[in-house]
């Protein structure tokens, strides 16, 4: 099976999901929203183990959304609660609750878009500079007419840089005098 195709596959698992909590929903069934979102979300991730897939680029945009749709049945569950007098009350902890899941799945998400975009850059980088290369060691591969008008230094010139046997005897006499001094 081609890699497109499982990809497409895998991305109905968070669409069911995605219906199923809509449904839930509407029947007032906010446990079962909640278990369906935890679950679509990491049946999905399974899924995506498993055949070894790789994942869209739009997977930090699910995990922020699935992360919110966790938070809003978390809080639709445990949050309000009716009062005897026939309002609705508020649960200041299942409120900051809700955030506190919200934050996750947004940091999450956005880690997981950083990383696609970071690897994105990183293989287009790596093609360009794989490129360059090339085009240097092309450049820079001597020709054998190249090799045979090399100018080569003359006799006089090693003298600068080797000195004669008498001077060399005579630095080698200095400095065994500086030693035994």
Known sequence: M??????????????????????????????????SSICGILIWFLYAAVMQT?????????????????????FLNFGISNNMFGGIDFSKETIIGSLM????????GVLFNNSFSVREASRSTDYNS????EVE??????????ERNKAYP?????????PEEEEYEEQLIYSKTKLII
């Not at 930090?60 to 049945?73: A, E, K, V, Y």
Request: aromatic fraction near 14%; hydrophobic fraction near 45%.
């Open 154 to 162: 003359e006799e006089e010139e090693y003298e600068e840089y080797y």
């Open 2 to 35: 081609n890699g497109n195709s499982k990809t497409s596959i895998g991305l109905l698992i968070p669409a069911t999901s995605f219906i199923v909590f809509i449904i839930a929903i509407y029947f007032e069934n906010f446990s079962f929203s909640m278990f």
């Open 130 to 133: 794989s490129k360059d290369i």
């Open 101 to 108: 899941i919200l934050l996750i799945s947004v940091v999450l």
């Open 54 to 74: 790789k994942l869209p680029n739009v997977t930090g945009n699910i995990i922020i959304l699935f992360g919110l749709l966790i938070s809003i049945s978390y």
């Open 137 to 146: 060691n092309k450049k820079n591969i001597p020709t054998k007419e190249s």
